[in-house]
Structure formats: C-alpha cells, structure tokens
C-alpha cells in the first residue's frame, strides 16, 4: 500500500512564497512520476507540474518561472516551491505519485488548501 503525505499549504499575500511537500511511503513498491494539480472552485482539476524519476519537469503555462517542483529519491519526497503568488493560484492542490511507468497506477494525497489573498 501506498501513502502520500502533503505539507506546506496555507494563507499568503500576492506576490509572497509557499512550499509544499509530497512525502510517499510504501514497501515493495518502485516509484515514477510525481506532480501536483490543482483545483479551485468551480473550476476543473488542473495539472501544475510534473516530474519524472529522472528529474524532468513540465509546468502548465501559467506557473511557469513561478513555480519549481523537485523530488528527493531517497525520501521519495517531492517539493512544490511557487513563488510570486496570485490570486488566481488559490485551489486546493493534490500531490500524486505513479507506481507504474505509464501512470495508469496513481495514487494521491489528501489535499492541501492555498490561499492567496491581502
């Protein structure tokens, strides 16, 4: 069985820093891709970033130069620093990990509000 705990969300000013953590445990068990989405109120589930266990990224557009995610393999942990907040970044964001290289086999966390507000 596979867990991801998420850390790190919270309230923010525009223009101010978060960051957020994905810690994966599981025995037995290999794991590939990691990212984030989000989502906000009224509105679809969108994917933010992704990373490969090789260390590639991908950004949805909007994030981009923003926003930098990161893994560490050894503590199968993955880190989501967003910097120069906005408003329009508020949304629950969900961390996921795949087992399987095609992610077919995904698993998510519980979820972690951020809210970007004066």
């Known amino acids: 069985q596979v867990q991801l705990v998420e850390s790190g969300g919270g309230l923010v000013q525009p223009g101010g820093s978060l960051r957020l953590s994905c810690a994966a445990s599981?025995?037995?068990?290999?794991?590939?891709?990691m990212g984030w989405y989000r989502q906000a109120p009224g509105k679809q589930r969108e994917l933010v970033a992704g990373?490969?266990?090789?260390?590639?990224?991908h950004y949805v557009q909007s994030v981009k130069g923003r926003f930098t995610i990161s893994r560490d393999n050894v503590k199968n942990t993955a880190y989501l620093q967003m910097n120069s907040l906005k408003p329009e970044d508020t949304a629950v964001y969900f961390c996921?990990?795949?087992?399987?290289?095609?992610?077919?086999?995904?698993?998510w966390g519980q979820g972690t509000q951020v809210t970007v507000s004066s």
């Open positions: 996921y990990i795949d087992i399987s290289p095609s992610g077919i086999n995904r698993y």
């Open positions: 990373i490969t266990s090789q260390s590639t990224t």
């Open positions: 599981g025995s037995s068990v290999r794991f590939y891709a």
